[in-house]
């Protein structure tokens, strides 16, 4: 089921830009043009997330608007993750935001990266404390395993990764996940926790990117009520809400160093202590992270710890890019081509066999998801129930379907900020100042394109 995300901002071209992000994201978004036609929307409906703007037409720079409103969406829903956003890169009122209940904040113009993994971490985390609250009461649902994900392959380099997670998935062993962004590491997680005997227990899902390093202890430990300014109530962290099952660091490598530490002593005693507490709380939790980075030149580089390094990756199972699976292209085409007409309501949907060739000849950068994405296309974007070479849209610089000079202007342009994008791990600024454009500039060209989640 897709997340839903209330947007509250007054400016129509930011709530634009916004919904051609979050959609293409997978996300479901509703939008409110104040304080008041946000409460409105929350207390008539339930959201996994809601990005509020700080500052709204009557007063525009003090962000009190944005804190009152902080305020009562809190009082009516204390399990809903708020993240604020502001255009005046006040840190101040940000921080003051955060002291009063925000699980995060982003400023304008934002970067889609930080964005998007900040609300996918705080969705989880929210997901997480309202199952906590709920009563079990001998519920049959409580105790019913969670559904394994499909592991789609045949191809002779998988044939490594099948064994690997059969052999470690009963047991209680720290796994380091490897390969590039869209490679399917969230998915390996997945089917390593329903495949193992914590199975009934939750699985908790950080992004370890999107936390940022004054909320990091208060996120992963938790925190008492008073440990700071309008900490009202007393909150568990993501340890704790995997006691019993799996926790699963994704993008492990943006860990900074600090955090690293403090994550270290958790792993090597089970003991933790919620922020502003002096109580010892003992937490039994198997460790997953994953990375697209080379942690052993990390080390090297002094950007990771060579101790915590030891202790997460007890097994590493490194996940091929698709270009290396070729094999599985077919089934892994057909799988989501039967998944999305499902989900859009167009049965009957095939590949013609032009369309086919192209999707073995295509180099894939994006891996599985960019597969995903290019059939998610072309089921909305087919004419009737043969999906053609174009409905798919693969076109790259090099290598692709289309040389260069038979690519239209835009068409070209998108390609330079996709492959810029991809080359930079999604880092809007690094990106940006490749492309020779300001952030605004690009993140207006991102908008325009549809150009989502890039991880």
């Known amino acids: 089921m897709a997340s839903r995300v209330l947007i509250a901002d007054d400016q129509p071209d930011v709530v634009e830009a916004l919904r051609l992000l979050l959609v293409s994201a997978g996300f479901e978004l509703e939008a409110a043009g ?4 946000a409460l409105d929307r929350v207390t008539n409906s339930v959201f996994d997330a809601a990005l509020i703007d700080l500052n709204y037409t009557r007063d525009t720079t003090s962000g009190r608007e944005g804190l009152d409103l902080l305020r009562r969406l809190h009082d009516i829903d204390s399990t809903l993750p708020v993240v604020v956003m502001t255009a005046w890169g006040s840190v101040e009122s940000a921080v003051e935001a955060m002291r009063r209940g925000a699980r995060d904040y982003i400023e304008k113009p934002w970067d889609n990266d930080r964005l998007l993994a900040t609300l996918k971490t705080q969705i989880q985390l929210g997901r997480a404390l309202r199952r906590s609250r709920k009563p079990r009461n001998g519920d049959a649902a409580s105790t019913r395993p969670p559904a ?7 191809s002779t380099a998988m044939k490594p990764v099948l064994k690997a997670v059969r052999r470690v998935a009963p047991s209680d062993a720290n796994i380091l996940i490897t390969g590039e962004h869209g490679t399917g590491k969230e998915v390996v997680a997945g089917w390593l926790h329903a495949s193992s005997a914590r199975r009934l227990a939750p699985l908790v899902t950080v992004n370890m990117g999107g936390i940022s390093e004054g909320v990091f202890e208060s996120e992963l430990f938790g925190h008492v009520k008073g440990a700071f300014t309008d900490a009202k109530t007393d909150r568990a962290g993501f340890f704790e809400l995997a006691h019993g099952g799996t926790l699963f660091l994704d993008e492990i490598a943006n860990t900074s160093l600090p955090a690293q530490a403090r994550l270290l002593r958790v792993l090597e005693t089970g003991e933790m202590q919620r922020v502003g507490s002096s109580d010892v709380i ?25 101790d915590l390094l030891y202790r997460i990756n007890t097994v590493e199972i490194p996940i091929p890019p698709l270009r290396d699976r070729h094999e599985d292209i077919p089934l892994l085409a057909a799988h ?8 859009y309501g167009r049965p009957g949907l095939r590949f013609t066999a032009a369309a086919s060739r192209a999707l073995l000849d295509h180099p894939w950068p994006g891996n599985v998801r960019e597969l995903k994405h290019a059939v998610e ?7 009737d129930l043969a999906i053609e070479v174009e409905d798919l849209a693969l076109r790259t610089l090099a290598g692709g379907t289309l040389p260069l000079e038979e690519l239209k202007l835009g068409e070209v342009e998108r390609l330079l900020i996709e492959r810029a994008m991809d080359r930079h791990d999604g880092n809007v600024s690094r990106a940006a100042e490749r492309l020779g454009l300001s952030r605004s500039a ?8 549809r150009i989502g989640d890039v991880r």
Request: glycine residues 4%; hydrophobic residues 40%; proline residues 3%.
């Open 148 to 154: 394994r994900p499909r592991l789609i392959a045949s």
């Open 336 to 343: 989501f081509l039967e998944r999305e007409s499902e989900r």
């Open 34 to 37: 104040g304080p008041e036609e």
């Open 442 to 449: 690009l993140y207006r060209r991102l908008a325009r394109y």
């Open 282 to 306: 003992r937490v039994d939790v198997r460790l997953l992270s994953a990375t697209n980075a080379s942690l052993d030149q990390a080390v090297v580089e002094g950007r990771f710890r060579e």
């Open 377 to 383: 296309r072309a089921v909305l974007m087919s004419d």
